[in-house]
């Protein structure tokens, strides 16, 4: 990856800064943010892409049923906010060129539900998924987090392992209490706002449980991991240390850093997200 920040990702990096939520520095905005939401009715999300009902879980869906592939995608936004055109776009560029049927569930967000209802939910849409040959998980941010921690759950169930694992700056630690975190320079994400959605999200957990913050789970046996994550993001130490876990745990790992980049850079139009997207055709594909 090159060292040198695209000219397109510093004009990305400025527009974020502008459009950073409040509540990700503040606690009383990010209080104020979790009461309207639980508030709020829980529509179906809706979109120009088709959609279908597991269990009562609204579930994307993107390329033929029979492809190569099979991505099971979990998407971002601090187990808060709901999937977005940002998601679906992605979803929809990697069923046309991995040759993949690509899955993004409508999972149950805090703070009206907590994690342990999406891992019910999510559990029994894995099983129907297993029996495929190329099996792929991914996500980006919280949902990239939870990819992790699911997969080190899968082993109390005695499930099999995806063939792969695929994470966007994934938030491997919910509890931000591992390192010093520079909220000010990070354009999205604030770790005073993310504390308090962390705490809401594990609900009677302990927020190192290894089920939210897998940075402190057991990782012997997973599958092939690539992680990528950018060196101007907040989460940026917790990632690394998470690799160097993985790593300690045997687990076949890369780990790509974008070089002055922000926080899950490869999915936005920039340079630095199609040279990255050739890294993840290369670990699917090769």
């Not at 049923?65 to 936004?77: D, F, Q, R, V």
């Not at 993001?233 to 890369?254: A, P, Q, T």
Request: aromatic share 12%; proline share 4%; net charge neutral.
């Amino acid at each position: 990856m090159s060292n040198k920040k695209s000219f397109i990702a510093k004009i990305e990096e400025n527009i974020l800064r502008l459009t950073k939520p409040k509540y990700m520095d503040s606690k009383e905005e990010i209080n104020s943010f979790l009461k309207e939401k639980y508030n709020a009715s829980n529509n179906d999300v809706k979109s120009i892409f088709k959609s279908i009902d597991f269990n009562g879980m609204q579930i994307f869906t993107f390329g033929d049923e029979n492809s190569k592939n099979t991505i099971l995608y979990m998407h971002g936004g601090a187990y808060i906010n709901q999937i977005n055109y940002q998601h679906f776009i992605y979803c929809f560029l990697m069923s046309r060129k991995l040759d993949a049927y690509v899955l993004a569930p409508v999972y149950p967000l805090a703070p009206v539900h907590n994690v342990n209802e999406t891992y019910d939910k999510i559990i029994e849409l894995y099983k129907t998924l297993i029996k495929k040959d190329n099996l792929i998980l991914m996500g980006d941010s919280a949902g990239g987090g939870f990819i992790h921690s699911f997969c080190q759950h899968l082993k109390t169930l005695n499930l099999a392992q995806p063939q792969k694992i695929i994470t966007f700056s994934p938030w491997v630690d919910i509890s931000m209490t591992n390192s010093v975190y520079d909220s000010s320079n990070d354009p999205i994400l604030g770790e005073i706002g993310l504390k308090e959605i962390g705490k809401s999200w594990a609900g009677k957990l302990n927020t190192k449980d290894y089920k939210v913050s897998p940075l402190f789970g057991d990782n012997a046996g997973l599958a092939d991991t690539l992680i990528f994550a950018g060196d101007n993001e907040i989460f940026h130490d917790d990632i690394k240390e998470y690799v160097e876990k993985l790593k300690k745990d045997n687990v076949n790992v890369r780990f790509i850093i974008g070089k002055g980049l922000f926080h899950i850079y490869p999915l936005f139009p920039i340079p630095e997200a199609k040279r990255a997207f050739k890294e993840i055709k290369k670990e699917i594909m090769d």
